[in-house]
Every structure is written in structure tokens, then in C-alpha cells.
């Protein structure tokens, strides 16, 4: 091959691996802002329809109640996160690209998730009966920070930004479900801290879905 056309063939191979870069940064990332949308709807619906569903069975409405729609949700948003974006983080990951989900990252998921919610829903006995039904909204602040620190330091860095996002906004509004919930009860509380909840993945999975295009833009 003619030293001319050897040099093209190199600009034309790094050219389609530069572009094949740049498209597995931008699924990977529309995956997770997937993700982020798939997660706080789940939760918002399940929360939504508890209170009425429990009295239509004959259960008051309270902190377990909560907690059940927001674990049913977990397991319903993890669900559809293994159907949709699960094949393109296997897809990449056959492809030799770092940074596809891992079992790591689920293990990891499933510590800050329960870590979160354990150490929110260890201050119930001191703070009485007002607490628990918005607690789990705390829980989610806590176990994004965890994870946001962990994509930090131990995972997929390009990742962390979007977690770091979702747990300062729950952090910074953690305070007006609580406040609701012990000024006003429980279920305006519930009701406030799932359309917060809402807003906030909606922000975070905005910022990843940004992050997607301007993977695609240079």
C-alpha cells in the first residue's frame, strides 16, 4: 500500500475508534438517565397508591406501609432497568468499553440503598410517629451520597456527577417533607416528599441525558 493512502487508512481506523468511543459514552449515559427516570417513578407511583390501596384493605396507612411501596418500587424500577439498559451495558461490555454497569456496581447499589434507609430509619424510636413515613425520603439522600463517593473513587467517575446531583437536591429539600410531616401528618408528608423525589430525578437524569449529547458533540 502506498505510503499516502497507509496514512489515510490510519486516520480513517482512529477516526472510527474515536467515533465508537463517543457512542459508547453516550449509551452508557442515556442508560443511566434511564435509569434515573425508571427509579423515581417507580417509587412516586408506588408511594402514591399506598394510602389509598391500605385503607381499601383495612390497613391505616403509616411508616411500614411507606416503606413497603418504596421497597416495591426499588424491586420494579430494578426490573426494568435489567430489561432496558441492562443490554446496553452488556452490549458494551462485549465490547471491551469501560465503564458498563457491574455486578460491583450493583452490589454497591444494594449497600448504599440499605445502608441509607437503616441509618434514616434508626432515629424513628427518638423522633416518634411522624418520622417514619417520610424517613425514606432521608434514606435516599444518604445512599446517593454513598454511591456518589464510591463512583468517585472506586467506580465509573463519569458517573458520579449525576448521583452527586440527586443527593444534593434531596439533601437540600430533605427538610420540607419533614417539617410537613411532623406540622401537618403524614400523608401531606408522603405526598410532598415523592413529587420532591420526582423533581429530583428529573433533574439528575436531565443532567445525564446532557452529558449524553455532548458526548456526540465533541
Do not use: H
Amino acid at each position: 500500500m502506498p505510503e499516502g493512502e497507509c496514512e489515510e487508512a490510519k486516520k480513517d481506523m482512529a477516526l472510527l475508534a474515536f467515533l465508537a468511543r463517543r457512542v459508547a459514552v453516550f449509551a452508557s449515559a442515556a442508560a443511566g438517565a434511564y435509569s434515573f427516570f425508571a427509579f423515581g417513578m417507580s417509587i412516586a407511583g408506588f408511594v402514591a397508591v399506598s394510602g389509598p390501596v391500605a385503607r381499601l384493605l383495612g390497613v391505616e396507612p403509616g411508616g411500614l406501609v411507606i416503606v413497603l411501596a418504596v421497597m416495591l418500587g426499588i424491586a420494579a424500577s430494578l426490573a426494568l432497568i435489567a430489561l432496558i439498559p441492562g443490554p446496553v451495558w452488556r452490549w458494551l461490555a462485549s465490547q471491551g468499553f469501560a465503564g458498563q454497569w457491574t455486578t460491583r456496581d450493583t452490589v454497591a447499589s444494594m449497600t448504599a440503598f440499605i445502608g441509607g434507609f437503616a441509618l434514616a430509619y434508626a432515629a424513628s424510636p427518638a423522633l416518634g410517629e411522624w418520622y417514619p413515613p417520610v424517613a425514606w425520603y432521608l434514606g435516599l439522600a444518604f445512599a446517593f451520597t454513598a454511591l456518589y463517593v464510591y463512583d468517585r473513587v472506586w467506580g465509573r467517575t463519569y458517573a458520579a456527577p449525576t448521583f452527586g446531583v440527586a443527593a444534593a437536591l434531596i439533601a437540600v429539600t430533605a427538610p420540607i417533607p419533614l417539617y410537613i410531616a411532623w406540622s401537618m401528618g403524614p400523608d401531606e408528608a408522603s405526598s410532598v416528599a415523592a413529587g420532591l423525589m420526582l423533581l429530583s430525578y428529573l433533574a439528575a437524569g436531565s443532567y445525564a441525558l446532557r452529558k449524553a449529547a455532548g458526548a456526540l458533540e465533541g
